[in-house]
């Protein structure tokens, strides 16, 4: 093809238009006016904040199952497996934290022991004072 020759585009000049732009670099964005200066908002990826909620401590009820599972060289592990529950159920209920009666239930079973042992084993129900 017989066409005209490519024109190269001709470079912009090197010197600022004015003062103002001959402080700031060329690739940084103009200052943001005095009025909305302070008033920025978080990046688009930013994780949003809330305040959180204090951690409520739990009513402690002591009971005897360590010792009752102790004294039947019973771990954690396998008495969860007998009860059939989790042993990070069996480490709250250790550590005093309050559980379902069902719960209560299952490891009486797992202990080999009575329904009527369950005052022996959790102590008085604290919902029946």
């Known amino acids: ?22 402080a700031a670099p060329a690739n940084t964005p103009a200052p943001l006016p005095p ?19 204090p951690r409520r401590q739990p009513t402690l009820h002591p009971n005897n199952v360590r010792k009752l599972r102790q004294a039947a ?8 497996r007998r009860a059939g529950v989790s042993p990070l159920t069996i480490n709250r209920v250790e550590s005093g934290w309050p559980c379902r009666m069902d719960t209560k239930r299952k490891i009486l079973e797992a202990l080999g022991l009575s329904p009527s042992a369950r005052e022996e084993v959790f102590g008085p129900d604290p919902e029946a004072s």
Not at 35 to 53: D, E, F, M, Q, V
């Open 35 to 53: 009025s909305i200066a302070g008033n920025t908002l978080p990046p688009a990826n930013a994780t949003p904040t809330r305040a959180k909620a």
């Open 1 to 22: 093809m017989t066409g005209a020759p490519k024109q190269e585009p001709t470079p912009a000049p090197t010197e600022p238009a004015n003062e103002a732009d001959a």
């Open 73 to 80: 060289m019973m771990s954690k592990a396998e008495l969860a």
